[in-house]
């Protein structure tokens, strides 16, 4: 009576851990697939970075030649991962440049999973961008010229420390404002109660990039022009010039295309720095660029993209006491910039820090975010984890 009871008993347990062990398999599989799909995914994440990356190193080597080898790779394994993933990408023109298509493929034992995007050239130009700290310390109405509806303006700072985003009272912010990734915007940004934001307030997904552009190639060593009248004319060209000192009533006109490398510019007061209709000025400069009360820097254009302030590494200042209305955008990643202009203000700004002062009217100009000559990055613009376009 006893063999049979155990017997029964014997076939239980053997059918119970046939049960444990079959259950044991089937969830190492379900790991072993799970982690497998996590590392194809990865690397094809990894291989989309590296697209990326390599199409904004070409394009940080100065202007982007259309007819370029875009980069690609096959079969590029992980290390040291263990599941041996791997991953291919390749980069493919669309139908309507400057766009680009990246298609990425992960592998990992047996699972495949390929993300792909749709890539063009973004402007760093968007209203304010610093690095660290904007104060508006007046009321300033800011707003976008000429209008354009689909363009948001913005102010963004990298920083995420208290009070890095100080708006006077009764400012009116026509777009967003964003702080550092991590950052509490309401710790961030400072405004009184009559300050209204229309946009969104939010900490930034990454931190904004802040590219130098390079000189311009084949710049020429020279020496000013001579006066004459009291006027020294710059015609179209490429140089590079020694400090400039304007003195009181000197006077430079731009008449053509100029771009140029200075060391360091000084304009004392009623010193007239001046590009005429015909003429755009790009402007370079290595050091401290002051413009003294009572001087002015005129654009006859009324267009931001016809003057631009590039400061290089080494320039730490930007001082700007424009007498009158100031049409022009600066980028000077390293420098602490101070407007101080008499008039409105029509242009962008790129810097370390920004302080504005008695300056009413700050109006972005929405065509120096089409020009892609200036400092751009490849962005995504749309991202899809299927084969083929969305829908």
């Not at 059918?15 to 044991?24: A, D, E, P």
């Not at 990894?46 to 079969?75: Q, R, S």
């Not at 929405?366 to 749309?382: H, K, N, Q, T």
């Amino acid at each position: 009576m006893v063999l049979p009871l155990v017997i029964g008993i014997a076939i239980i347990l053997a059918i119970l851990g046939f049960g444990l062990l079959k259950l044991g398999f089937s969830s190492q599989l379900v790991s072993i697939l799970t982690k497998a799909e996590i590392s194809a995914r990865s690397a094809a994440d990894a291989g989309l970075a590296e697209a990326m990356y390599k199409m904004n190193e070409k394009l940080a080597l100065g202007p982007w030649d259309p007819t370029a080898v875009l980069p690609g790779a096959a079969g590029v394994t992980l290390e040291p991962d263990s599941s041996r993933a791997r991953y291919s990408y390749s980069v493919n023109g669309v139908l309507w440049p400057p766009y680009y298509r990246i298609d990425s493929t992960g592998e990992s034992v047996r699972a495949v999973k390929t993300v792909s995007v749709i890539t063009s050239m973004h402007s760093y130009w968007a209203g304010i961008g610093v690095k660290m700290n904007v104060n508006i310390n007046s009321k300033t109405e800011f707003g976008t010229i000429p209008p354009q509806s689909d363009f948001v303006f913005s102010i963004r700072t990298n920083s995420t420390e208290p009070g890095s985003i100080n708006l006077a009272p009764n400012t009116h912010i026509p777009g967003e404002v964003v702080v550092g990734p991590g950052g509490d915007p309401e710790e961030v940004i400072i405004g009184k109660s009559t300050t209204t934001i229309d946009g969104a307030t939010y900490a930034a997904t990454e931190y904004m990039d802040f590219p130098f552009k390079p000189l311009p190639v084949g710049l020429v060593p020279s020496e000013l022009p001579a006066p004459v009248g009291g006027i020294t004319t710059i015609p179209a060209g490429l140089y590079e010039y020694p400090t400039i000192i304007m003195g009181a009533g000197d006077e430079i006109h731009i008449v053509g295309d100029v771009k140029f490398y200075t060391p360091e510019v000084r304009i004392h007061n009623s010193g007239v720095l001046r590009v005429l209709g015909t003429g755009s000025l790009e402007l370079f400069v290595g050091g401290p660029f002051i413009a003294d009360e009572g001087s002015l820097m005129i654009n006859d254009a009324l267009d931001a993209t016809k003057l631009k302030i590039f400061g290089t590494p080494d320039c730490r200042s930007v001082i700007i006491k424009n007498s009158g209305d100031f049409w022009g955008a600066i980028s000077a990643p390293n420098a602490d910039l101070m407007i101080h202009n008499s008039g409105s203000t029509y242009g962008g700004f790129i810097g370390n820090n920004l302080d504005m002062k008695n300056s009413g009217i700050f109006y972005f100009d929405v065509r120096l975010a089409s020009e892609y000559e200036d400092p751009v990055y490849f962005g995504i613009d749309r991202w899809w984890e299927i084969t083929g376009l969305p829908e």
